[in-house]
């Protein structure tokens, strides 16, 4: 999977998740402010990234990552 | 509707508290012969005044018995809870075999005083048998998950009261209060641990800290697919306090064990099922029906194989439930400890339970 592809598919998960359209996200945006999610939500949205690409992210990891391209770096890693 | 007086706090009673009940023999003897009471009973019996004789003494018995001849005082249930219960925090109620415990107190669950005295009463109501119960299910109504863990708004509160108090006696009271909540929780959670019927947590969302340690006393742990268990004491400078080391240790391998103390970090229901922590990975929303389903399962067999089965194949371990405590104790009077649970109150962090 090329990263273009790993963002979009975030973008695509998250628009899965919280209902906000893919075309509305981009790769640089803030998912906190753009999709306006809490701790719960992000922990939902860490559950479905875990589940759909199969890898583990742990979430000191996470710490301070907040737009779709530094999730793809973490990600990447355990791809 | 009934009030219900907890320790902490009135509960409220769907039905009426059990009338007192005193559990004795079905024969007109309903104490020993040879004390004094039993006796008496039996020159009654003699003379002819039987039933009204049996009846006196199976009312009295409770009372005089133990006065009179030093004996064990009968079984007698005067303190037995509701079977069906709503608190603050959780309600109970009895549905087909199983009695159903739901945790419903938002945000999510948080263990404070308010919890825990509402566990207590549980707690007695299945020493008691558990309303003949065969199947404990714990389940939580709230949309953010099965229990977040304890109240830290309530421990950071209660730490900065005494530290108002200051000095040597702010100290001691802080670690006499806190070792009383922890001694109680124990309490509980080894009664749950080893209730000799099936005990199930069904979960969702967050399962963090003193939820994770509920939901390792039950005997199965039926997750759905948003779960996350995890223990984030360490952030807050302190070790798990509820027992949730023994119990994990009981259950997975070390290497599962040191990841998810040592880093804090969060696992998925489907990692928890891989590493054996959950029995059953269900789809969301799908535990408690589930859960339902084994609770059913659970009380087609006789129920003393089930007790004996159960006891054989999870002992409590009681050493290491032990020190786990002092360690916290140890802990829990630390600045750092203090300078944590500051910074969680006060975080506008839109991540406050992530590790």
Same mark, same amino acid.
């Given at each position: 999977?090329?990263?273009? *592809?790993?963002?979009?598919?975030?973008?695509?998960?998250?628009?899965?998740?919280?209902?906000?359209?893919?075309?509305?996200?981009?790769?640089?945006? *803030?998912?906190?402010?753009?999709?306006?999610?809490?701790?719960?939500?992000?922990?939902?949205?860490?559950?479905?990234?875990? *589940?759909?690409?199969?890898?583990?992210?742990?979430?000191?990891?996470?710490?301070?990552?907040?737009?779709?391209?530094?999730?793809?770096?973490?990600?990447?890693?355990?791809? | 509707?009934?009030?219900?007086? /907890?320790? $902490?706090?009135? @509960?409220? +009673?769907?039905?009426?508290?059990?009338?007192?009940?005193?559990?004795?023999?079905?024969?007109? $003897?309903?104490?020993?012969?040879?004390?004094?009471? %039993?006796? !008496?009973?039996?020159?009654?019996?003699?003379?002819?005044?039987?039933?009204?004789?049996?009846?006196?003494?199976?009312?009295?018995?409770?009372?005089?018995?133990?006065?009179?001849?030093?004996?064990?005082?009968?079984?007698?249930?005067?303190?037995?809870?509701?079977?069906?219960?709503?608190?603050?925090?959780?309600? !109970?109620?009895?549905?087909?075999?199983?009695?159903?415990?739901?945790?419903?107190?938002?945000?999510? $669950?948080?263990?404070?005083?308010?919890?825990?005295?509402?566990?207590?009463?549980?707690?007695?109501?299945?020493?008691?048998?558990?309303?003949?119960?065969?199947?404990?299910?714990?389940?939580?109504?709230?949309?953010?998950?099965?229990?977040?863990?304890?109240?830290?708004?309530?421990?950071?509160?209660?730490?900065?009261?005494?530290?108002?108090?200051?000095?040597?006696?702010?100290?001691?009271?802080?670690?006499?209060?806190?070792? @009383?909540?922890?001694?109680?929780?124990?309490?509980?959670?080894?009664?749950?641990?080893?209730?000799?019927?099936?005990?199930?947590?069904?979960?969702? @969302?967050?399962?963090?800290?003193?939820?994770?340690?509920?939901?390792?006393?039950?005997?199965?742990?039926?997750?759905?697919?948003?779960?996350?268990?995890?223990?984030?004491?360490?952030?807050? %400078?302190?070790?798990?306090?509820? %027992?949730?080391?023994?119990?994990?240790?009981?259950?997975? @391998? $070390?290497?599962?064990?040191?990841?998810?103390?040592?880093?804090?970090?969060?696992?998925?229901?489907?990692?928890?099922?891989?590493?054996?922590?959950?029995?059953?990975?269900?789809?969301?929303?799908?535990?408690?029906?589930?859960?339902?389903?084994?609770?059913?399962?659970?009380?087609?067999?006789?129920?003393? /194989? /089930?007790?004996?089965?159960?006891?054989?194949?999870?002992?409590?371990?009681?050493?290491?439930?032990?020190?786990?405590?002092?360690?916290?104790?140890?802990?829990?009077? +630390?600045?750092?400890?203090?300078?944590?649970?500051?910074?969680?109150?006060?975080?506008?962090?839109?991540?406050?339970?992530?590790?």
């Amino acid at each position: 999977m090329s990263r273009d *592809d790993l963002i979009q598919k975030l973008i695509e998960l998250a628009s899965k998740r919280f209902g906000k359209p893919a075309s509305e996200m981009k790769a640089g945006d *803030d998912f906190f402010q753009t999709l306006g999610i809490d701790s719960y939500q992000a922990m939902e949205l860490m559950t479905d990234l875990e *589940d759909a690409l199969d890898v583990e992210i742990p979430d000191y990891e996470l710490q301070g990552v907040t737009t779709f391209d530094k999730l793809a770096d973490v990600i990447e890693t355990r791809l | 509707m009934t009030e219900h007086v /907890t320790q $902490n706090g009135v @509960g409220t +009673s769907a039905t009426a508290a059990p009338e007192r009940t005193v559990a004795g023999p079905a024969t007109p $003897n309903v104490v020993p012969l040879s004390t004094r009471l %039993g006796a !008496w009973q039996a020159r009654l019996l003699r003379t002819g005044v039987a039933k009204r004789a049996t009846r006196l003494v199976r009312d009295l018995a409770p009372f005089a018995g133990a006065l009179l001849d030093g004996a064990p005082r009968p079984a007698v249930r005067l303190d037995v809870p509701p079977t069906d219960f709503i608190g603050r925090a959780m309600r !109970w109620s009895l549905r087909g075999d199983a009695l159903e415990v739901d945790l419903c107190r938002t945000p999510c $669950n948080e263990i404070g005083t308010t919890a825990l005295a509402e566990l207590e009463l549980l707690a007695t109501l299945v020493r008691a048998g558990a309303v003949g119960a065969r199947a404990l299910i714990f389940y939580s109504s709230v949309d953010r998950g099965f229990c977040a863990g304890a109240d830290l708004r309530e421990l950071h509160e209660g730490l900065l009261a005494r530290a108002d108090e200051g000095g040597l006696l702010g100290r001691l009271r802080t670690a006499h209060e806190v070792r @009383g909540f922890i001694d109680r929780i124990h309490a509980v959670f080894d009664t749950f641990d080893m209730a000799p019927i099936t005990t199930i947590a069904a979960t969702h @969302g967050f399962v963090f800290g003193g939820g994770f340690e509920l939901a390792l006393t039950c005997d199965v742990i039926v997750a759905d697919k948003s779960t996350r268990f995890a223990f984030p004491e360490l952030r807050l %400078g302190l070790v798990p306090g509820f %027992g949730g080391i023994p119990r994990l240790r009981r259950d997975v @391998g $070390n290497a599962v064990v040191r990841d998810v103390l040592l880093t804090g970090r969060s696992i998925s229901a489907k990692r928890a099922h891989e590493v054996g922590l959950v029995s059953q990975l269900v789809g969301r929303g799908k535990a408690l029906g589930v859960a339902r389903k084994v609770a059913e399962q659970a009380a087609r067999f006789d129920p003393e /194989t /089930t007790a004996r089965a159960k006891a054989f194949s999870k002992p409590l371990p009681r050493a290491e439930l032990a020190r786990e405590k002092d360690l916290f104790l140890e802990m829990i009077a +630390s600045p750092v400890v203090a300078a944590a649970l500051r910074k969680f109150v006060e975080s506008d962090d839109v991540r406050p339970y992530l590790p």
